[in-house]
């Protein structure tokens, strides 16, 4: 699993690749301080975003729970975009997390039914 908790951490993935920018635009959006607002950005207390990878389909996701696999997670909400599902879970009234899933033949069916099951219309 990629996390992405800053700017910086766009380096981790080649321009090319076609989650780039999908990825891109959440970090704009979601991990960094608002302008001219008491709020800044702290991952720990806020959350960030994760791309999943092949490894993680039947692993514990431990960058984000000591005991949680992907297919414990409550979603909040799910949309597709361009090839990949993206899923928020909300911890908290500050924290929450982006998983963005490639829609690859290694996506199991489980996880494929219960993020099917929870798009957004």
């Known amino acids: 699993m990629l996390t992405f908790k ?3 951490d766009l380096s981790k993935l080649d321009r090319q690749n076609p989650v780039y920018p999908i990825i891109q635009d959440l970090v704009y959006r979601l991990c960094q ?3 001219n607002e008491a709020h800044k950005y702290v991952p720990e207390e806020h ?3 994760n791309l999943v990878c092949p490894e993680d389909m039947q692993r514990v996701i431990t960058e984000v729970w000591t005991d949680w696999t992907l297919l414990d997670v409550q979603w ?3 949309m597709y975009k361009e090839g990949h599902y993206i899923a928020i879970f909300l911890a908290d009234n500050e924290k929450g997390f982006v998983f963005v899933f490639p829609d690859e033949y290694w996506l199991t069916d489980a996880l494929r039914n219960t993020l099917e099951d929870q798009l957004d219309p």
């Open 6 to 8: 800053s700017v910086y």
């Open 33 to 35: 301080d608002i302008p």
């Open 47 to 49: 959350g960030w975003i």
């Open 76 to 78: 909040e909400g799910v």
